[in-house]
């Protein structure tokens, strides 16, 4: 690792990073103790202290360091830097710079730039009815929470995306970098184009320890902790020591040349190409909890895992404990950070960039403030023809492709859209997107690779966390894209949603946090479909692990068939600060809607098809379907259903906003119960073919006054690599099984039908005979097309 000596900064230079950097370090013990007396102007007393003293001491000197000398080069160059903080848990240190720079007091004026706001600034933090201890969406300038550790890098990526303009600083904990997607997440540069593309200046924060143990990283030696991240194509810097002004002099020294190096690559990118740079980073070493209580109870914790939370705990109980935090506050001199309204002194703060420079006000922090609308082809234009219900088969995301195509097209002059994805654009049928663009890649090409290039706007990387933590640095900073993802392997990112959720959930309630367009899956290969693969793929619990969160921030889409599918997408790029999940086939199925009644059948997000029901509008049983491969199973088991006993009324009612089932007070997209009532019926039985799990169906009814009567089929964990038709037969969810289901629960029945009932029985024990002896699925199944004339299939209305 190489090191640059420091003795660069001239006296009154250093005199200015150490003040503010002890300015926010006093902020930062006084945030996470004080409850009154900001500025120590009486003896500390156990009055002053909170009676839960929450928050993370150990990280926060290392950030304030870091956002300290960031100011200096932000000043300098004037280049917009967006700090990400992957210590989330740090969330005084941020708080407290951003005070120091005047925009906390903007967003809030309540905490002032004064002896008042300080004393509100310390009280709220980890207070009821006050702040976080995390670098939440309160926190202006961040798009981090950090809290769950592991995605700061590739947030830092994703934000740095087509922000040519851009550096994302991102401090890395030493322990966070021990995670999975932090550890895929260093491999982000070789997808990164320094022409078009913003730089990404990762510090490695080896302050040695986490909660309870040494890091890894710490502990291997600088030798082998080099050739690692060298190993991952980075050019590490090393700043080390315990000497504040020492280690002043080598991280600017060292700032200053990493930002040069990250200028040159830049100019000679931009200049003439050329191929995958070698990007600097920094490894800095400095101690856990530096500057506070060296030992605490005759126990060393500055530079210890010791320090990671609070160091003395127990400072309102215990006069030794307060004594020592006193000390420590005033050993940061206050009196010569803050004048006597207790605003920051000239020497803290007048040196530091102003206006949107200020890392607290960075549009790209609030990424809605730089949204642009996508330009949206007119989805309609893409559709299958269809002149009557049930047309020879599409592929609903091979459909898709052509769309995706043109906003890509249409957008890319904006250099605003995305698409990520594990290594599965092809897989998943989109590939028209490849006409438009190219697969992102800096590494080395060769000759058999198709559709690579630097510039390209596709973006596969076979880690689902990164493709994640990618699209949500670029949707966080104001830019639109789509992740596109077999069903089953998306739950690898359920904790990451988790995450994104919550930060949407939060931001919801800010008024200051500009909305920012919403994170879109395109999940598809999905459970039903598995054509080369089998039960490791089958899966679809990701709508239910998402039906957990807020109602307002979740959305779940399952089209039917191509045209409802294209009307969905084009819907979900519209929106603002949802999770959209789309579950689409991309096998031949059906195509039952023409684009116009594609269109307002997703815009009810339900609805009953007349023309699969029987009989009128007083139903004896009600079929309903949510999903592509249910819904031709449904309707297959209509057509069973008029063949065998036509006087049955039978009504047929699909839903594609699964939402739409909660009650109206848990989800906005909720049905009123009275529409529930009249589509559903509260006294008819409700036989429901739903894609997923069965059982979420009936959490989302289970306050509908029909609920009684539903009775719902869906995956059951049986699978295996079979066929089409065998996995809904071992499901129970086939078309001669529902009509079974039909005649087991319409009153009186039972008895009339018995003999279609065996017959139905008969053809699955047909059907379990024929695959095994031939390998496909009957022909009646197979071939079975819904009763009407063909169709054809073409471009446009
Ligand atoms: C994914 C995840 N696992 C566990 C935790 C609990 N946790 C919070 S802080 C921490 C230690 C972090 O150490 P490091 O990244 O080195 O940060 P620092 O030393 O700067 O505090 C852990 C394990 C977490 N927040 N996220
Ligand atoms: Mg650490």
């Known amino acids: 690792m190489r090191t640059v000596a420091g003795t660069g900064l001239t006296e009154?230079?250093?005199?200015?990073?150490?003040?503010?950097?002890?300015?926010?370090?006093?902020?930062?013990?006084?945030?996470?103790?004080?409850?009154?007396?900001?500025?120590?102007?009486?003896?500390?007393?156990?009055?002053?202290?909170?009676?839960?003293?929450?928050?993370?001491?150990?990280?926060?000197?290392?950030?304030?360091?870091?956002?300290?000398?960031?100011?200096?080069?932000?000043?300098?160059?004037?280049?917009?830097?967006?700090?990400?903080?992957?210590?989330?848990?740090?969330?005084?240190?941020?708080?407290?710079?951003?005070?120091?720079?005047?925009?906390?007091?903007?967003?809030?004026?309540?905490?002032?730039?004064?002896?008042?706001?300080?004393a509100r600034l310390f009280r709220q933090f980890s207070f009821p009815g006050g702040v976080p201890s995390h670098v939440s969406p309160e926190t202006p300038g961040s798009i981090h929470e950090g809290g769950e550790l592991g995605y700061s890098l590739a947030h830092a990526y994703?934000?740095?995306?087509?922000?040519?303009?851009?550096?994302?600083?991102?401090?890395?904990?030493?322990?966070?970098?021990?995670t999975g997607p932090l550890a895929t997440a260093w491999h982000s540069n070789k997808f990164l184009d320094p022409g078009g593309d913003g730089a990404v200046l990762p510090i490695l924060h080896l302050n040695?320890?986490?909660?309870?143990?040494?890091?890894?990283?710490?502990?291997?030696?600088?030798?082998?902790?080099?050739?690692?991240?060298?190993?991952?194509?980075?050019?590490?810097?090393?700043?080390?020591?315990?000497?504040?002004?020492?280690?002043?002099?080598?991280?600017?020294?060292?700032?200053?040349?990493?930002?040069?190096?990250?200028?040159?690559?830049?100019?000679?990118?931009?200049?003439?190409?050329?191929?995958?740079?070698?990007?600097?980073?920094?490894?800095?070493?400095t101690p856990k909890g530096w500057t506070g209580p060296s030992r605490v109870d005759g126990r060393q914790v500055e530079g210890t895992w010791r320090a990671h939370q609070v160091p003395l705990a127990a400072a309102r109980e215990e006069p030794a404990h307060l004594a020592q935090l006193e000390?420590?506050?005033?050993?940061?001199?206050?009196?010569?950070?803050?004048?006597g309204a207790g605003a920051p002194r000239e020497e803290v703060v007048a040196w530091l960039p102003t206006g949107d420079m200020r890392m607290g006000a960075t549009p790209y922090a609030n990424g809605g403030r730089l949204t642009r609308p996508l330009e949206l082809p007119d989805f309609r234009d893409y559709g299958v023809r269809v002149s009557q219900p049930g047309s020879p088969p599409a592929e609903p995301t091979r459909l898709l492709g052509p769309f995706l195509r043109d906003v890509l097209v249409a957008n890319a002059r904006f250099r605003n859209f995305r698409i990520v994805g594990p290594d599965e654009t092809e897989s998943n049928r989109i590939s028209a997107v490849l006409e438009a663009t190219d697969k992102a890649w800096q590494a080395r090409i060769s000759d058999v690779d198709e559709h690579l290039g630097a510039h390209g706007r596709v973006m596969e990387i076979l880690s689902e966390h990164t493709c994640q933590g990618w699209l949500e640095g670029y949707l966080l900073t104001g830019r639109h894209g789509l992740f596109s993802c077999y069903e089953a392997f998306v739950q690898i990112v359920d904790s990451m949603v988790n995450q994104h959720a919550k930060w949407l959930k939060t931001t919801r309630e800010l008024p200051w946090r500009t909305p920012i367009p919403s994170l879109n899956y395109l999940l598809t290969s999905h459970v039903w479909r598995q054509d080369h693969n089998g039960f490791s793929h089958q899966d679809p619990g990701f709508i239910d692990h998402l039906v957990n969160k807020k109602g307002d921030v979740v959305r779940v889409y399952l089209p039917p068939d191509a045209n409802t599918l294209l009307s969905v997408v084009d819907h979900c790029l519209r929106s603002r600060d949802y999770i959209n999940v789309v579950v689409a086939g991309k096998n031949s199925a059906p195509s039952y809607l023409d684009i116009e009644a594609a269109e307002l059948h997703c815009a009810r997000g339900l609805g009953i098809w007349e023309w699969a029901s029987t009989n009128g509008p007083d139903p004896d049983v009600v079929l309903a379907c949510a999903g592509d491969v249910p819904t031709m199973e449904v309707l297959a088991a209509a057509d069973l259903l008029r063949t065998h006993l036509p006087d049955l009324h039978v009504r047929v009612v699909n839903i594609v906003d699964l939402m739409r089932l909660q009650p109206a007070e848990e989800h906005p997209h909720g049905l009123g119960d009275a529409e529930f009532d009249a589509i559903f019926t509260v006294d008819r039985p409700i036989i429901f073919a739903y894609h997923g799990y069965p059982w979420l169906i009936h959490r989302l009814t289970y306050r509908r006054n029909g609920h009684d009567n539903l009775h719902v089929r869906g995956y059951?964990?049986?699978?295996?690599?079979?066929?089409?038709?065998?996995?809904?037969?071992?499901?129970?969810?086939?078309?001669?099984?529902l009509v079974m289901d039909v005649i087991d629960r319409v009153p009186g029945l039972a008895l009339r039908a018995a003999s279609i009932r065996q017959e139905m029985v008969d053809q699955r024990e047909r059907h379990h005979e024929h695959i095994r002896r031939t390998?496909?699925?009957?022909?009646?199944?197979r071939d079975w097309v819904w009763p009407g004339a063909p169709l054809e299939i073409g471009a446009g209305r």
Not at 82 to 98: D, F, I, K, S, T
Not at 158 to 173: E, H, K, Q
Not at 251 to 270: C, G, Y
Not at 327 to 339: A, I, N, Q, T, V
Request: charged share 25%.
């Open 327 to 339: 000390k420590w506050m005033r050993s940061y001199r206050p009196e010569e950070l803050f004048d």
């Open 775 to 781: 390998g496909e699925d009957l022909p009646e199944v």
């Open 716 to 737: 059951k964990e049986e699978g295996t690599t079979t066929t089409p038709f065998d996995m809904v037969v071992r499901n129970d969810m086939d078309r001669f099984h």
């Open 208 to 285: 040695g320890y986490k909660i309870a143990n040494p890091a890894v990283l710490a502990r291997i030696g600088d030798e082998e902790l080099g050739a690692l991240l060298t190993g991952y194509g980075y050019r590490p810097y090393l700043v080390e020591g315990d000497d504040p002004l020492n280690v002043h002099q080598r991280l600017a020294a060292t700032l200053d040349a990493v930002l040069d190096e990250i200028d040159a690559i830049q100019s000679r990118a931009r200049a003439d190409g050329g191929g995958r740079p070698v990007w600097p980073m920094i490894v800095l070493r």
């Open 158 to 178: 994703g934000a740095a995306l087509d922000n040519p303009d851009l550096l994302v600083a991102c401090v890395i904990g030493d322990g966070e970098a021990e």
């Open 12 to 118: 009154s230079e250093l005199a200015h990073l150490d003040a503010h950097w002890r300015a926010a370090n006093y902020l930062s013990v006084g945030q996470i103790y004080l409850m009154a007396n900001p500025l120590l102007r009486e003896p500390l007393t156990t009055g002053h202290i909170k009676p839960r003293v929450l928050g993370h001491w150990g990280t926060t000197p290392g950030l304030n360091l870091v956002y300290t000398h960031l100011n200096r080069v932000i000043a300098r160059r004037r280049r917009p830097v967006l700090y990400v903080a992957g210590p989330g848990h740090g969330g005084p240190a941020m708080v407290a710079n951003v005070w120091l720079e005047g925009t906390y007091s903007e967003v809030y004026p309540a905490v002032s730039r004064d002896e008042l706001g300080m």
